[in-house]
């Protein structure tokens, strides 16, 4: 049983460009969670995505946007990339409850560098 | 807004000591309180859960506590072993959202 898969592992960006993070859930979930984690820092959400469309979102501007395909897979795209953008970003996996309090299931992450 | 802060950011022990890592919310809705483990270089990982409806949970070395009042809950460790060494990331949720909110983590440091 596969666990959550991220692509790539580490990608090195220059500012202003765009990029494209891929997650491919646990199997058996529904649900896509990702999250961007700053060195020595915590996961800090940034959207979840359910039935492809955008269940939640966190604190992150418009250039940060994502979509869920119908087997359930996720990208995270962000645009007009800025230095401060350098951070692990995690996926997370879960089955909806519907009710939220959800287990999440990480994947091991994209790391992103920007220059 | 939602917070959830952790203390301390670093914790030392002996092994075979005792280590607790204590987190406060203040999200007052919060009903989920899940604690993560984090080794070097991989990915976080669920290691006990506790829900609003109960005060006090156990898994063999590990166990979880939480104080609705006071909006604390705290993650004690037992006879702490040197694979215990990581980072670890309490975190907060309220029923019906879909997000949460994590700590800034604690790095213990279990010397041999």
């Known amino acids: 049983d596969a666990g959550v898969t991220q692509s790539p592992t580490h990608l090195i960006k220059t500012r202003g460009q765009q990029v494209t993070l891929r997650c491919s859930p646990k199997?058996?979930?529904?649900?896509v969670s990702w999250y961007q984690q700053a060195l020595g820092q915590g996961p800090q959400f940034i959207f979840q995505?359910?039935?492809?469309?955008?269940?939640q979102r966190g604190n992150f501007p418009d250039r940060f946007s994502g979509h869920q395909f119908p087997n359930y897979s996720s990208e995270l795209n962000v645009n007009a990339l800025l230095l401060g953008d350098s951070a692990l970003y995690l996926c997370?996996?879960?089955?909806?409850?519907?009710?939220?309090?959800?287990?999440?299931?990480f994947g091991s992450g994209t790391q992103l560098s920007v220059l | 807004g939602e917070n959830v802060e952790q203390h301390p950011s670093t914790l030392s022990v002996q092994e075979g000591d005792s280590a607790v890592i204590k987190c406060t919310y203040s999200?007052?809705?919060?009903?989920?309180f899940p604690w993560y483990k984090q080794e070097l270089g991989k990915r976080p990982q669920l290691i006990i859960d506790?829900?609003?409806?109960?005060g006090e949970k156990k898994d063999q070395r590990i166990a979880v506590t939480l104080n609705k009042t006071a909006k604390h809950f705290s993650l004690h460790i037992t006879e702490t072993q040197p694979e215990d060494s990581a980072v670890y990331f309490c975190?907060?949720?309220?029923?019906?959202?879909?997000?949460?909110?994590f700590g800034a983590g604690t790095r213990l440091f279990v010397k041999a």
């Open positions: 997370a996996s879960s089955f909806s409850t519907g009710t939220g309090n959800e287990k999440l299931f």
């Open positions: 199997s058996g979930h529904d649900t």
């Open positions: 995505y359910y039935e492809e469309e955008e269940r």
């Open positions: 999200d007052s809705a919060s009903n989920y």
């Open positions: 506790i829900r609003s409806n109960v």
């Open positions: 975190a907060a949720s309220r029923p019906g959202g879909f997000k949460t909110i």
